[in-house]
Structure formats: C-alpha cells, structure tokens
C-alpha cells in the first residue's frame, strides 16, 4: 500500500520561510492527486489550507501557498508567525480514496 | 452558516458497537458528499469512507469493509457512522467532514466524537 510521506516536524524563526513536503512512498505526487493542506491545533478539527494543489480556501492567509516542487506536494509559509505552530496534514486523492500523509508538527522559535 | 454537530463522547468495551452521529444545517444535505476520519490519540488522521446522501451509496477504506456502516437519515439531515467489534486501537476522535467536490477538498468538519475503548 502506498504511503504518504511528511517531515515529522519543522521549525521555523519568526519571520522565516518553511516548505513542509508531501511525497509518495513509491511514486511522484502530481495535481491529478488534488494535495491539499490542512491545519490542526491541539483539541480543534483540522481547517483547510490549500485545497487541489496551489487554491488557497476563504479567509486563509496568503503566506501560505502550495505547489508541486520536484516529485511532491509543497506547502510553503513566507513570513511564520507565532500562531502558525501547528500540526499540518496532507492528503491526497488515491483513485479509490483518500490517504492522509503522517503529518508534520511545526515548531516557530 | 454550514455546520456540522456530531454526537457526544462514548466509552465502550471491546467487542461492542458504536453509532456516531453527524446532524448538518446550513445546506442542503443531499447535495455534498460525507465523509469520516478518524485520529487516534497522538496520531495523525486516518480516512475512513464516505457516504452519499442523496443515494445512500457508500465506499469505505478496504481495512474498515465488515466492520464500519455509514447511513444516512436525509429527513433530519444527519448522517451515521457505526463501527463494530470494537478493539482498544479504535480509541479515537472521529470526525465527520463535508467534501466539496468542486475543490477536491473537506471545506467543513464536524467538532470530533472521542470513542474509548476500554474493559
């Protein structure tokens, strides 16, 4: 079964830029795997980042953006502030279902 | 506005059942997709499966398939999920979440039911 694949955990510097990736273990993510990107706080349900690749949903800031860069799904934050620690999801769109990557939990310091 | 209330907190014992419900207002029901994910403690989030309300057509991730049923009740809008033969490793929070199919993407998520599952 093919798993997708997160940084366990990042850490950015206020102010700083990060990328969290989203790779296949066999195989490279493309837009017709439609990754999006979810935000989850402790105790919260998870909120919409990115949705389809690079669309960011209502009310999401613009520094977060997504793309595909080399062989993965990319989530990048230009500018992290405090309130950006979090745990992060992916997922993407198999043909028969979803499968959620491990999730990268985001530490600003 | 678009919500999704799920039902409260269960403690069940090994090899019982239990029956999650997921009540939405703020549309129309029969027109998105349900679908269900689960998250253990700790853990990251795990698709379940997905219901369509308007048919009552289901698919379910093959490692739930005899064990999970997803229903739907179109006339008070809210949607089931039951999971049988429970085990410890089902202690989770489970959510339901609203697909859009336009955008690929669960634009809405129920606030989470936690199921423990302890003798």
């Known amino acids: 079964q093919t798993v997708v694949t997160q940084e366990p955990s990042f850490s950015v510097s206020p102010g700083g830029t990060v990328t969290l990736t989203c790779g296949l273990s066999?195989?490279?993510?493309?837009?017709?795997?439609?990754p999006s990107w979810y935000q989850q706080t402790p105790g919260q349900a998870p909120r919409t980042l990115i949705y389809?690749?690079?669309s960011r949903s209502s009310g999401v800031p613009d520094r977060f953006s997504g793309s595909i860069l080399g062989n993965k799904a990319a989530l990048t934050i230009t500018g992290a502030q405090a309130d950006d620690e979090s745990d992060y999801y992916c997922?993407?769109?198999?043909?028969?279902?979803?499968?959620f990557g491990g999730g990268t939990k985001l530490t600003v310091l | 506005q678009v919500q999704l209330v799920q039902s409260g907190a269960e403690v069940k014992k090994p090899g019982a059942s239990v029956k999650v419900s997921c009540k939405a207002s703020g549309y129309t029901f029969t027109d998105y997709y349900m679908h269900w994910v689960r998250q253990a403690p700790g853990q990251g989030l795990e698709w379940m499966g997905w219901i369509n309300p308007n048919s009552g057509g289901t698919n379910y991730v093959q490692k739930f398939q005899g064990s999970v049923t997803m229903t739907r009740d179109t006339s008070i809008s809210t949607a089931y999920m039951e999971l049988r033969r429970l085990r410890s490793d089902d202690t989770a929070v489970y959510y339901c979440?609203?697909?859009?199919?336009?955008?690929?993407?669960?634009?809405?998520w129920g606030q989470g039911t936690l199921v423990t599952v302890s003798s």
């Open positions: 979440a609203r697909w859009i199919a336009a955008r690929r993407d669960f634009d809405y």
């Open positions: 389809s690749t690079n």
């Open positions: 997922v993407l769109y198999m043909g028969s279902g979803w499968v």
């Open positions: 066999s195989g490279s993510v493309s837009t017709n795997y439609y």
